[in-house]
């Protein structure tokens, strides 16, 4: 269930980036164009982060993997609260590609590693159901506290907050002893 809170925290933060992005970065004055590019770079890093996240998946423990991509999605979102130029967003959206395309090739890893191939199906659909809920009630969340305060700012610290938190609890996570 470590996994699942992990995964289920990191993939909100994910969703949250994607629905409030664009007006996160247009109410700080940056033009649509501009916001338009950052998605672009964060997916393109993102599918190169997943290819990499693959190869690092075969060779170092899942459980730091995880914890470190999850620290860089994490900082992004820290990043992005403050972000008030072209460097800095632009610096958000390499870190926020990196972090949430390592991690979830990471995350799907350590369940076969875990759990082996016998159950691997039942495991992802029932780890990934807080996930879904996860991802459908932050963008809300999110969007009720900024029409509450007209501002992103404490909404991107708290989900980076929670999206580290995620990332260390990860390393808890142990082997089970009788995988299914």
């Known amino acids: 269930w470590i996994i ?14 994607t629905v409030h992005i664009i007006p996160l970065l247009t109410d700080k004055g940056i033009s649509l164009q501009l916001a338009s590019l950052v998605v ?12 990499i996240g693959g190869f690092l998946a075969d060779r170092i423990s899942h459980r730091l993997g995880i914890c470190l991509f999850c620290t860089s999605q994490a900082l992004s979102m820290v ?14 959206s390499v870190l926020f590609g990196i972090g949430y395309g390592g ?15 016998k159950a691997f199906g039942t495991i992802i659909g029932m780890s990934l159901v ?3 809920i996860c991802m459908i009630l932050g963008p809300l969340i999110i969007g009720n506290q900024f029409d509450r305060t007209g501002d992103y700012t404490i909404s ?25």
């Not at 393109?44 to 997943?50: H, N």
């Not at 990043?79 to 610096?91: C, H, K, R």
């Not at 799907?108 to 191939?117: K, L, M, P, T, V």
């Open 4 to 17: 699942s809170f992990c995964h289920a925290i990191a993939s909100m933060g994910w969703m949250i980036v």
């Open 40 to 51: 672009g770079v964060f997916t393109a890093v993102g599918m190169v982060s997943q290819i």
């Open 103 to 117: 991690r979830s090739t990471f995350l799907s890893a350590i369940r076969g590693d875990y759990f082996g191939r």
């Open 156 to 180: 991107f610290l708290v989900t980076g907050f929670l999206t580290a938190i995620a990332g260390i609890s990860i390393i808890w996570a142990k082997r089970p002893q009788n995988p299914l």
């Open 130 to 132: 807080p996930m879904t």
């Open 79 to 92: 990043l992005i609260a403050y972000a008030d130029g072209t460097a800095s967003i632009l610096m958000f």
